[in-house]
């Protein structure tokens, strides 16, 4: 059974940074793509950014370039979102997805797994 835990979420200030953190279990990750997303209150889930776990090849929201990165460990099995510059507008409840297959897609309805979220809050 796969499964992913999300972790690393909090409040933060504007202008700072947080590293989220996915585990993923019951999965190997060779040919999957895996993907963050993220839902601020009112509003649908959006996609954040993406990595091929072979090559690894990363995708970003326009309004995350340059200020985030995503990244993965093969040892760990673990997909990470390095956060910085955060602004009030990144608060959402951040979730990990997974993807079987090797072409990149936002949507979210293309991913097969997801973890239960964590909650990003950026005060201003």
């Known amino acids: 059974q796969v499964q992913l835990e999300e972790s690393g979420g909090g409040l933060v200030q504007a202008g700072g940074s947080l590293r989220l953190s996915c585990v993923a279990s019951g999965v190997t990750l060779r040919r999957y793509f895996m993907g963050w997303f993220r839902q601020a209150p009112g509003k649908e889930r959006e996609f954040v950014a993406a990595?091929?776990?072979?090559?690894?090849?990363?995708y970003y929201a326009d309004s995350v370039k340059g200020r985030f990165t995503i990244s993965r460990d093969y040892a760990k099995n673990t997909v990470y979102l390095q956060m910085n510059s955060l602004n009030p507008e990144d608060t959402a409840v951040y979730y990990c997805a997974a993807r079987r297959g090797t072409l990149w897609t936002m949507t979210e309805q293309s991913y097969d797994f997801w973890g239960q979220g964590t909650q990003v809050t950026v005060s201003s």
């Open positions: 990595i091929k776990w072979s090559g690894g090849n990363t």
